[in-house]
């Protein structure tokens, strides 16, 4: 493991908390985790949520695709009594909501803003709300959608972004593309290798590995020389850490 890692909260607190709520994102926050990382869908009417799947079945009381619901009806349904009945009526939180609520915490605090649609207009709602913001400095960008990252890439080259390997991707994608374009990529826990990993750190791309969320995880992952992990339970990775003088 590469010195001063980070440790990235996949959806926030979701092992305690509902995933991709504002809840999940404080608690994350108030635990210690470096960073969030969190999904962005457009609904109908083009308001940008803060939700992982494409449809709504999973984390809410509801039925049907995510870009099928106007904002204010999706904004009705429960994406809280799910995890617990201590957070039912837990409403989906917008792009912006979520940004005032992290940044308003800590103004420079690091995020991951994963893209989960091939659409061109979320791309750009994305791009335009974080540039008015000013967080590229403390942000990337990722998705598994190559060309809405190139898009990105192609607005503003300074931003950070965040891709998967060709295998990982539906679409063909061209090597040449990791490093000047995507700056760091994301491996299974499972499968990752040191080999695979100076590859890519050859290229100036930085690895992170996903999830880490059990000893024996983290165990395989400490033998990596990886820049960051990715967990869905700080609350079983971060004491082990310690244990280890890690954190």
């Known amino acids: ?57 999973r984390c809410s009381n509801g039925k049907g695709y995510v870009h099928d619901f106007l904002f204010d009806d999706i904004r009705k349904l429960d994406f809280g009594g799910w995890k617990d009945p201590k957070f039912a009526g837990t409403q989906i939180p ?48 990722l998705s598994f959608h190559p060309r809405q990252l190139q898009l990105l890439k192609e607005w503003d080259p300074s931003i950070f972004i965040q891709c998967f390997p060709p295998r990982y991707l539906k679409c063909p994608v061209d090597e040449n593309l990791y490093g000047p374009v995507f700056n760091k990529i994301c491996l299974w826990t499972k499968e990752a290798t040191n080999e695979e990993i100076e590859a890519y750190h050859k290229k100036n791309v930085v690895v992170d590995i996903c999830a880490v969320d059990n000893e024996d995880e983290l165990n395989k992952a400490l033998t990596l020389n990886c820049d960051s992990i990715t967990t869905n339970s700080p609350d079983v990775i971060y004491p082990l850490l310690r244990k280890l003088n890690l954190r």
Request: hydrophobic share 35%; proline share 4%.
């Open 1 to 57: 493991m590469l010195e001063n890692f980070m440790i990235v909260g996949h959806r926030g607190f979701r092992s305690q908390y509902p995933e991709n709520t504002i809840p999940s994102f404080i608690a994350a926050m108030d635990y210690g985790l470096d960073s969030l990382e969190f999904d962005v869908h457009p609904t109908k009417d083009g308001k940008l949520v803060v939700t992982h799947d494409h449809t709504v079945e």
């Open 94 to 141: 917008t792009f912006e909501e979520t940004l005032d609520a992290i940044f308003s915490k800590d103004p420079n605090y690091y995020i991951l803003i994963e893209l989960k649609e091939d659409d061109d207009n979320c791309t750009r709602q994305v791009y335009e709300i974080c540039k008015k913001q000013n967080i590229f400095s403390h942000s990337l960008i």
